[in-house]
């Protein structure tokens, strides 16, 4: 008796219950109540409290479910929905909302959706380059084993050939040793375009890798970077879809069973060019005392800007001047620093492990400072291949017959990671692919869906959180307005590359998406301040003011640009 006046009671509560009353929480809690009175009543065999939940609550609970439903949704409301219920979630009406469910739903049909229009292995979005029979020559070995020399000796030849690598500083000195050859060349990158007249080779980061072109020729530099969750599906994308009949790609050894894991799948031939170390590297068995024990040629490693500056400072009081490279140093400011060292007229360099990404200095020695680094998540010990990719920078060939490598402390590390076998890269990352974009979902949605979805034998999915960051950021600047942009307007705006974590660079991206479309040209970005932070945030903002024009199609101040960028430069400098 009890459990039907509750039943009835609960039954009067929701007929009398407007649309417009109902909360999520209300319709949470009804839900909970007639989640229970169906178990008790099922338990006591009360068949007639059963039939009254069928036919009188439930058809009162999904009148009010209804009223959570924006009209396009109350209006996808269909027959393959009831049934997908019925099949697929039997008696999870009475635990869950139908908002819920629908959206369970929804998240079931884009999948599906997904696999239909994205091939399940990422190299058959490629047809045109598998019917190529492209040839892979794989340079595999240490820094400072010419292997990608090699590679360039080939380009050289190219009627129309491309580089890709992973730093600006690179494709610029590709550029140059192109151009210093008489080979007329193009250098393009996010932040800029320098282009001679005729030209047969494109210098690029990867980033910017033209896969509608084809090419003689083609290197694609550091690609065991396939490996690495933020930008490795640009590694993984190119050797997968690059138009170029002779592929030439540099390496470490420990990328080379995920590379030619890579080739096979998409049929290609390939043959590998093995390379040593061209000057012998020693561990020193002492360690290293600073400042005292400091030398010309040396390069101490340190794992932030901070320690970076503190440890020149250091130099600097002792007498020594120091050339400093570090990851968010502007470019050109980096190559002067590099030119300077190179030039003697600094004796020493300071810097994070950005200088063994392909950098070539005249080092003598490898000082790791320090042999920890901050990882985005913890600060850890130095992983081997981490140990072997920056001291693999000393003993630079044709300028000394050997290198060294010394520690201030934790020599036993060091000294292991550089015997330390190299650990196998089984793995190479995924791209978001934009054809997903046409389904009919918000991009969010999409990316999270896809990005939860499995993936076959080798890939993994790029890490996708700064992607939803600049989504949600963007739908934060335009709140109800979404829909007067396109998802591919909207994506080509979310994948700038911006520093999320710098506030003046962000609050510019906002400012450009609030404002592009209603004006002629973008706002010139100016001078935050004068001391070092904040020039070297200006120097990001003349960047992304030049990117994020291209990327929209308004006309770029090209003189003043090219001019602050050079007083930029130059007041960093002095600092």
Request: aromatic letters at 8%.
């Amino acid at each position: 008796r009890d459990l039907s006046e509750r039943t009835n009671r609960l039954f009067k509560t929701l007929k009398r219950t407007k649309p417009t009353q109902v909360t999520s929480l209300s319709l949470e809690e009804w839900h909970r109540q007639i989640k229970n009175l169906a178990y008790f009543a099922y338990r006591s065999h009360n068949d007639a409290v059963t039939k009254l939940i069928e036919t009188s609550l439930l058809p009162q609970l999904i009148r009010l479910d209804e009223a959570m439903f924006l009209p396009a949704q109350r209006d996808d409301i269909s027959v393959d929905f009831l049934n997908y219920l019925e099949t697929e979630l039997d008696g999870q009406l009475c635990t869950q909302t139908l908002l819920e469910l629908y959206q369970i739903y929804k998240r079931y049909v884009i999948q599906y959706k997904i696999m239909d229009l994205v091939p399940s292995r990422p190299e058959l979005e490629f047809p045109e380059t598998m019917a190529m029979n492209r040839r892979f020559i794989l340079h595999i070995g240490p820094t400072n084993s010419g292997k990608t020399f090699h590679a360039l000796e080939r380009l050289k030849t190219a009627k129309k050939g491309t580089y890709l690598g992973p730093l600006r500083l690179l494709a610029l000195e590709v550029y140059e040793k192109m151009h210093d050859c008489g080979v007329p060349s193009t250098m393009l990158t996010g932040q800029e375009c320098i282009a001679d007249d005729d030209s047969r080779i494109t210098a690029s980061t990867i980033e910017m890798a033209d896969f509608s072109e084809e090419y003689d020729i083609a290197v694609i530099d550091e690609a065991q970077l396939t490996a690495d969750p933020d930008r490795g599906h640009c590694w993984t994308k190119a050797i997968l879809g690059l138009k170029a009949h002779e592929i030439h790609v540099c390496m470490s050894p420990a990328a080379e069973s995920a590379v030619t894991h890579l080739i096979h799948l998409c049929g290609d031939s390939l043959a590998i060019c093995r390379y040593q170390r061209k000057t012998a590297l020693i561990c020193e068995d002492t360690p290293f005392s600073f400042p005292e024990s400091v030398l010309p040629g040396d390069a101490l490693v340190v794992f932030s800007k901070k320690s970076v500056l503190d440890v020149a400072g250091r130099l600097e009081e002792e007498g020594i001047k120091a050339s400093v490279i570090y990851g968010s140093l502007p470019p050109e400011i980096r190559r002067r620093q590099m030119q300077l060292f190179t030039s003697g007229k600094t004796k020493v360099v300071v810097a994070t492990d950005a200088i063994g990404m392909g950098l070539n200095l005249p080092i003598r020695r490898i000082v790791f400072v320090e042999t920890r680094k901050f990882d985005g998540v913890n600060k850890r010990v130095l992983l081997p291949e981490e140990i072997k990719q920056i001291a693999g920078r000393a003993g630079r060939f044709g300028i000394y017959d050997e290198g060294f490598v010394a520690a201030v402390d934790d020599l036993d590390v060091i000294e292991d990671g550089l015997n330390r076998r190299p650990i196998p890269i089984m793995k190479a990352y995924v791209g978001f692919p934009e054809q997903l974009l046409n389904l009919p979902a918000e991009i969010d949605t999409l990316i999270k869906i896809w990005a939860g979805m499995d993936t076959p034998s080798i890939y993994e999915k790029m890490e996708v959180d700064e992607l939803l960051s600049l989504y949600m950021s963007f739908e934060h600047v335009h709140g109800g307005h979404m829909e007067d942009f396109t998802k591919q307007e909207i994506y080509k705006l979310i994948t700038c590359s911006v520093d999320i974590d710098n506030k003046l660079v962000m609050d510019l991206w906002k400012d450009y998406c609030r404002d592009y479309k209603d004006v002629d040209e973008l706002e010139f970005p100016y001078s935050p301040g004068p001391d070092l932070y904040d020039l070297e945030s200006y120097y990001k903002m003349l960047d992304l003011y030049f990117q994020f024009s291209r990327k929209v199609g308004l006309p770029i101040q090209t003189e003043n640009l090219e001019g602050e960028r050079r007083q930029t430069e130059e007041e960093i400098s002095r600092i």
